[in-house]
């Protein structure tokens, strides 16, 4: 056969085939074509020279030289992932709302009506739920009680949280940041339905109805920006069974820029500054569901609590982390 006839059969198998290392497509190639080349390693030579592989000399020899219609350059192996990028809000999203933790149906009405009125009262544009409306124990790995097994009852309350949500804030921006209570249903899936995992019918979106009452869903590996300010549930910053001494103090220990987040259900605050005298700050928001939850009946630090955010054009922000105790703000 003919060198150029040669060489396009080796493109189209490399076109076919562009991930797959050289010495195993070259015996593949020689494989099912054996009588057009000497032997494999003939046919690998071929492929790295294409390829770029051979050294700086190949490599500027074919760095403009077309194949067949196509330049070659040093191929690597094709990207199959993509960074995960924060949502950055509009700027008209400036006055927010946060709230967290609600682990829905073990959630608070009390401390959780106070910080929607202070939402209406403040007249927020945007309200954030930080991850953990649902406290998903029917899809926990955990060993749970039969009558807590009822998915059902859970996924039908939090939509309905979601329903009057939407009608007592018709107007505003609603997000819910996945938290990692929230992903246990997607674990589940994946351990006793994988079948199903992909199917966009199984979705939380889909089995709550986001789209109905225009709620935006992020899963639990973004975060936000608002303004400077980033927030995330917190569950990849603050790992491990404990809560840190200070949650706040950890997580800036850990991002190194000023965060809010959730997860911990404690509220509290920490502040370094650097060199230049540049003050940063992280927080931690307190939770709106039961302090006396069923792995830990005595209670323990946690306590109720949401915040209040508030962006300014330069994206400079003022953060209001609130503490209730007893249904009051402190």
């Known amino acids: 056969m003919a060198q150029k006839a ?3 059969l080796v493109l189209e198998y490399m076109d076919k085939h562009p991930d797959m290392p050289s010495h195993t497509l070259a015996r593949l190639i020689y494989a099912q074509d054996s009588s057009v080349f000497t032997s494999a390693e003939h046919v690998r030579s071929l492929i790295r020279s294409y390829r770029g592989a051979h050294g700086e000399h190949t490599r500027s020899a074919i760095k403009n ?11 690597l192996p094709t990207e199959e992932s993509e960074d995960y990028k924060p949502l950055v809000l509009n700027k008209k999203d400036n006055i927010i709302g946060v709230i967290s933790d609600l682990h829905i149906p073990n959630h608070r009405n009390k401390p959780l009506n106070i910080a929607l009125m202070m939402f209406e009262e403040l007249k927020v544009n945007t309200i954030l739920i930080n991850g953990d409306l649902l406290d998903n124990t029917p899809f926990t790995k955990f060993q749970t009680p039969p009558d807590k097994k009822d ?10 949280f979601l329903e009057n949500l939407r009608d007592r804030f018709p107007a505003a921006r609603i997000i819910w940041l996945e938290g990692n209570h929230d992903y246990w249903y997607y674990q589940y899936l994946m351990r006793k339905a994988p079948e199903l ?6 979705r939380l979106e889909e089995r709550l109805h986001l789209a109905d009452y225009k709620i935006e869903y992020l899963p639990q590996a973004q975060y936000l920006m608002a303004g400077k300010l980033a ?3 917190g569950h990849f910053l603050l790992r491990g069974v404990f809560t840190p001494v200070s949650a706040a ?13 959730g997860h911990c259900h404690i509220t509290s605050e920490h502040t370094r500054t650097n060199l230049h005298g540049e003050i940063m700050t992280t927080w931690s928001t307190g939770c709106l569901c039961t302090l006396t939850p069923d792995y830990m009946p005595m209670g323990g630090e946690a306590n109720h ?3 209040i955010v508030k962006i300014e054009p330069n994206g400079h922000f003022r953060v209001r982390n609130i503490r209730l105790n007893g249904g009051e703000i402190l």
């Open 151 to 160: 998915a059902k009852k859970y996924l039908d309350k939090a939509e309905l």
């Open 305 to 307: 609590g949401f915040a």
């Open 6 to 8: 040669t060489s396009k």
């Open 231 to 233: 927030i995330c549930h």
């Open 249 to 261: 103090r950890t997580i800036l220990l850990k991002a190194k820029v000023p965060v809010l987040v």
């Open 65 to 75: 030289k077309k194949h067949f219609g196509r330049s070659f350059l040093p191929q």
């Open 197 to 202: 995992y992909g199917d966009a019918y199984y």
